[in-house]
């Protein structure tokens, strides 16, 4: 079972910048398109940005040209680089597969002032 453990949210005002860190057990992970969700309160859940095994990006309309996703492969790590960050960005972020196929982490939380 793959555990994913999140980490490098905070408390950022609008116009800031912010790194998420994903850390995944099991070099399995390196096979799989990985994603990040969000979920703002009292919303569903929502995939804002994914990296295909290969490095290639995709991204939601709301994230586009501001968030950068990349993966180390070897480390087993994928990473969030938000910028422009607004308030509708607050929300507790998570990382899995792109098909949400592991037990889901803890998250990390942004929260973004205005």
């Known amino acids: 079972q793959v555990q994913l453990v999140e980490s490098g949210g905070g408390l950022v005002q609008a116009g800031g910048s912010l790194r998420l860190s994903c850390a995944a057990s099991?070099?399995?992970?390196?096979?799989?398109?990985m994603a990040w969700y969000r979920q703002a309160p009292g919303k569903q859940r929502e995939l804002v940005a994914a990296?295909?095994?290969?490095?290639?990006?995709t991204y939601a309309d709301s994230v586009k040209g501001r968030f950068t996703i990349s993966r180390d492969n070897a480390k087993n790590m994928i990473y969030l680089q938000m910028n422009s960050l607004k308030p509708d960005d607050t929300g507790i972020y998570y990382c899995n597969s792109n098909r949400g196929v592991w037990s889901w982490g803890q998250g990390t939380q942004v929260t973004v002032s205005s």
């Open positions: 990296i295909t095994s290969g490095g290639a990006p």
């Open positions: 099991g070099n399995i992970v390196s096979f799989y398109t």
